[in-house]
C-alpha cells in the first residue's frame, strides 16, 4: 500500500508560480515512477507531468511544456511540480500518482497505468 499526499495548491495570479509536493509513504518510493495529473471543472482528468524513478527521464504535457517542471527527491519520497507562468486554463485539481515499474529509466503519462492516487490539491489561476 502507498499513500499519496498532495499539498502546496493555492490561488494565485495569472503569471505567478506554485509548488506542488506529493509525499509518499508505505512501498518503496524509489521504484515508483511518478506522475501529476489534473481535473479542470467539467472537464476529465489529463496528463501534466511525469518522472522515472531514477529521476533521469521526464515528460511532459505540450500544454504546459516549457512552464511546468516535475522532479523528486528519493531521500525524502517526495515529487514535486513547480508551476510558473500559470494561466487561468490551468485551474484544476491536481492529483499525485505512483506507478511500480522495475524500469528505472520509465515513466508513464496514461491513468491506467498508475498504481495509486493522491486526493488531489486545488489549483486556482486568477485572470
Known amino acids: 500500500q502507498v499513500q499519496l499526499v498532495e499539498s502546496g495548491g493555492g490561488l494565485v495570479q495569472a503569471g505567478g508560480s506554485l509548488r506542488l509536493s506529493c509525499a509518499a509513504s508505505?512501498?518503496?518510493?524509489?521504484?515508483?515512477?511518478m506522475g501529476w495529473f489534473r481535473r479542470a471543472p467539467g472537464k476529465e482528468r489529463e496528463f501534466v507531468a511525469a518522472i522515472s524513478w531514477s529521476g533521469g527521464s521526464t515528460h511532459y504535457a505540450d500544454s504546459v511544456k516549457g512552464r511546468f517542471t516535475i522532479s523528486r527527491d528519493n531521500a525524502k519520497n517526495t515529487v514535486y511540480l513547480q508551476m510558473n507562468s500559470l494561466k487561468p486554463d490551468d485551474t484544476a485539481v491536481y492529483y499525485c500518482?505512483?506507478?511500480?515499474?522495475?524500469?528505472?529509466?520509465?515513466?508513464?503519462?496514461?491513468?491506467?497505468?498508475?498504481?495509486?492516487w493522491g486526493q488531489g490539491t486545488q489549483v486556482t489561476v486568477s485572470s
Open positions: 500518482a505512483a506507478a511500480f515499474t522495475r524500469y528505472s529509466g520509465s515513466y508513464y503519462s496514461t491513468e491506467s497505468s498508475q498504481d495509486y
Open positions: 508505505g512501498r518503496t518510493f524509489s521504484s515508483s515512477a
